[in-house]
């Protein structure tokens, strides 16, 4: 499936809307678009956050043309290596699993804790009820303890659960609840946190070494010269480097 | 108000209902044409050709269309790919599949890596319409064969002594008076197919219940310029009247068509009408 | 492990019973065939109870729908719209919505949340609403001559509707009603995608099939096993149902025997 209709995706870098004729071909950056503050859709429905961003700014560094296309989380794997785009750049922490099918590049996050969001200070972290996104590592953490798991499709409505009682605490990324637990007075971040996971890096096929390459360089470039830590600070997001 | 109704993203939603209503303006004639090669071929003299008929009605239709479309768009795409890497890269050397990763020759590309994102989009939407049309096909086929068998063999017998080929049977006889029995049918297909829109996004096409999950979640002020809670309720409640009045449309138009077609054949309604004018 | 040993640790690892956690790595075939064989226990379940509930609002429904009388007529037709009108994508989410505010004003509601019982009412309705219109089709093409035949014999109110209406209207159903059967185990796969959370990992067979197709990355093995599983469970459906309308058609002669014919009258 080729996938998908960002209606307003495309985006053309610095290099110009010049068609790349001298470096080849495009390259697609696969994203989810559903986790702020890495990706999202904002109001005029591009992909935009933290990964927009260092996204844009890996190609210009490494002079390639990109492209944004979204996908859904769970074939987000599988149209990688069947070719549909080139780069996953959705968040997605480095997992041996994982890199036993694709290959990441560097991280460019460090490992981001897990945290607990709940209506209290005093939720049951061990005995109670607790909601993850069906499919993510913090589900399977949470199997694996002693707290009852509940699964949602959506990040969305492991929050709607703990708003209205269905369950105790969710667990999800830091990043990912700190700005929920701003806005929203009856949420608490519990201080609690799991370590669970890697850095993020970008997924690539293993058969495409040559563009790894090009972007741990990149990535190694705006590591040196402070610019990712800027947009780590700029998006709140855990850890610099 | 206005402006928050007019953001991008809003207008991303209004687009894909016309996405949605160009999908199944453009699935329905090609599901029925699957259809109809199907219960031509169910019904077959040639046993390869029946079987073929016969297994791919059976099969589609027992499938869940849901686990239908979560892997099948992946493997259309690479069978496209496959086939056209065979045709244009006939000296490629190394392996298609290399573990995971499945490499075709940039030339066999669908589309090509450098093709601008409007093919891409197309090209997606293209294979959501094969796909479904896969699957509606499969239940066309069925109706359509039902139907044929419907059609009174007397018809059919009053064909043969007028001395009409078998070829001129099926497409003289047979194949006009079918559609009255496939109607029923076909409307209620026409009905599902209504419903199985929001499975769209699993094909990679953005239908409105993606949008309306996307837009309805809560947005933090953080990453928009209107936050606001969980308001999934009321864009489904908008989805859900779109559906109610879509429903009721379609069965006006459809209980039209109907009356059209019983016109002058010889059933129940055919009858009824006959003797309503008379 | 020996495959007989997974089936003992997983076969019914869908219902809470067995190995606490699902396997992590070294997915075998077998892994994959026993947890979405387990899975299926709940497509079953909420297929079987959907369809046995069903059939009896369906045919008030539909006596409902074909009544003179306003006030039985219009809730039924609206009824019948409303969830025949609606994917059923939105129904579960509605269902859901509503459970959980039904549950902060009475706790009668609480079990409803969870899908074994939220899931099973909206399927519930749904193949009612489904059925009900097959069984007001057959009721309008009843041969009149039965009717007056009852009244003749002096049959009259419910002896007249049992004895003679009701097995009327569901052999003249009965095909149609097959296709709504099967499309509605087919309809069971949405419980757990789209509308109801999964408690501790026990889900239907979707569920682990995209449980597998997430952790081996490869969609082209789970979901075709759970495309086997249902094309059987299909078969099954047929077969049962073909049996009851060979029954239901035992008094009639010979040849004018309807057939089970797949002619699909109303499908989801």
């Known amino acids: ?241 | 108000m206005a402006c928050y109704l007019t953001t991008g993203k809003h207008m991303s939603i209004y687009t894909s209902v016309l996405t949605v209503l160009l999908l199944l303006g453009i699935t329905a004639p090609i599901a029925l044409a699957f259809g109809f090669g199907g219960a031509t071929a169910a019904r077959s003299q040639i046993a390869p050709l029946r079987w073929f008929g016969k297994a791919y009605i059976a099969i589609v239709r027992g499938v869940p269309d849901i686990a239908f479309f979560l892997f099948f768009v992946i493997a259309l795409d690479q069978a496209v790919e496959y086939l056209r890497h065979k045709v244009l890269c006939p000296d490629w050397e190394g392996p298609i599949r290399q573990g995971n990763d499945f490499v075709v020759c940039q030339a066999a590309k669908m589309p090509l890596g450098n093709a601008p994102q409007w093919v891409h989009e197309s090209y997606g939407f293209g294979l959501a319409v094969l796909t479904f049309a896969i699957v509606f096909g499969a239940f066309a086929a069925n109706v359509l064969f039902g139907a044929m068998r419907a059609v009174p063999r007397a018809q059919l017998e009053t064909a043969e002594a007028y001395g009409m080929s078998q070829h001129q049977t099926f497409w003289r006889i047979l194949v006009p008076q079918m559609w009255v029995y496939a109607l029923p049918g076909l409307s209620n297909l026409w009905m599902v197919l209504i419903k199985a829109t929001p499975l769209l996004f699993l094909l990679g096409v953005e239908d409105i219940v993606y949008w309306a999950r996307e837009l309805g979640g809560t947005k933090t002020p953080r990453f928009t310029d209107y936050p606001h809670g969980d308001w999934r309720m009321w864009y489904f409640l908008a989805l859900l009247v779109f559906y109610l009045l879509f429903t009721r449309v379609s069965e006006i138009v459809l209980a039209r068509i109907m009356s059209r077609l019983t016109h002058g054949q010889a059933t129940a309604g055919g009858e009824a009408q006959r003797k309503a004018t008379a | 492990m020996s495959c007989f040993q997974t089936i003992q640790d997983y076969g019914l690892r869908a219902i809470g019973i067995g190995e606490r956690l699902l396997p992590r790595e070294d997915f075998t075939l077998c892994h994959q065939f026993t947890l979405i064989g387990s899975g299926m226990i709940w497509n079953i379940y909420f297929g079987l109870l959907a369809l046995t509930l069903g059939f009896f609002l369906a045919t008030a429904l539909a006596m409902g729908k074909a009544s003179s009388r306003t006030l039985f007529r219009k809730p039924s037709e609206w009824f019948i719209f409303l969830f025949r009108g609606s994917p059923l994508f939105i129904q579960f989410f509605f269902a859901y919505f509503l459970f959980l505010n039904l549950k902060s004003v009475h706790p009668f509601f609480e079990p409803f949340t969870a899908a074994w019982l939220g899931a099973l009412v909206v399927l519930f309705f749904n193949t009612a609403a489904y059925s009900a219109e097959i069984f007001y089709g057959a009721l309008l093409s009843i041969p009149k001559g039965d009717i007056e035949a009852a009244d003749a014999y002096g049959l009259s109110g419910w002896s007249r509707f049992t004895r003679v209406i009701w097995p009327t209207m569901l052999r003249l159903a009965w095909p149609g009603y097959t296709n709504e059967a099967i499309f509605l185990f087919h309809a069971t796969a949405l419980v757990f995608f789209s509308g109801f959370p999964a408690w501790q990992q026990r889900g239907d067979a979707l569920y682990y099939a995209s449980y597998f197709a997430d952790k081996t990355f490869n969609p082209f093995v789970p979901y075709p096993i759970l495309a086997f599983y249902f094309i059987l469970l299909t078969l099954i459906v047929i077969a049962v149902f073909g049996f009851v309308n060979k029954r239901l058609n035992r008094h009639l002669p010979q040849n004018t025997r309807q057939k089970i014919r797949l002619r699909p009258n109303l499908i989801r």
């Open chain 1, 1 to 241: 499936m080729k996938n998908l209709i960002l209606t307003t995706a495309v985006l053309a870098l610095s290099a110009g809307m010049v068609m790349a004729d001298g470096h080849g071909k495009t390259i697609r950056l696969g994203t989810e678009g559903a986790y702020p503050p890495y990706n999202f859709l904002n109001d005029a429905g591009e992909v935009a956050g933290f990964e927009r961003e260092l996204g844009d700014e890996l190609c210009k560094r490494a002079e390639l043309t990109c492209e944004w296309v979204t996908n859904e989380w769970d074939s987000i794997i599988p149209n990688l290596v069947s070719g549909n785009y080139d780069v996953i750049i959705a968040g997605m922490s480095i997992t041996d699993e994982r890199d036993e099918v694709i290959d990441f590049t560097q991280n460019y996050t460090l490992p981001d804790p897990s945290a607990y969001i709940a209506t209290s200070e005093d939720a049951d972290l061990t005995g109670g009820v607790v909601a993850a996104q069906t499919n993510t590592i913090q589900a399977a953490f949470i199997a694996e303890g002693g707290a009852t798991l509940v699964e949602f499709a959506t990040p969305e409505e492991t929050i709607a659960a703990v708003k209205n009682g269905e369950a105790d605490a969710v667990l999800a990324d830091k990043a990912f609840l700190l700005p929920i637990a701003e806005a929203d007075a009856d949420l608490v971040l519990l201080e609690q946190e799991e370590l669970i996971g890697g850095g993020i890096g970008l997924g690539l096929r293993e058969s495409d070494a040559e563009l790894k390459e090009k972007f741990n360089a990149a990535i190694t470039t705006m590591k040196e010269d402070g610019s990712l830590n800027e947009l780590l600070t700029k998006w709140e997001i855990f850890g610099q480097f």
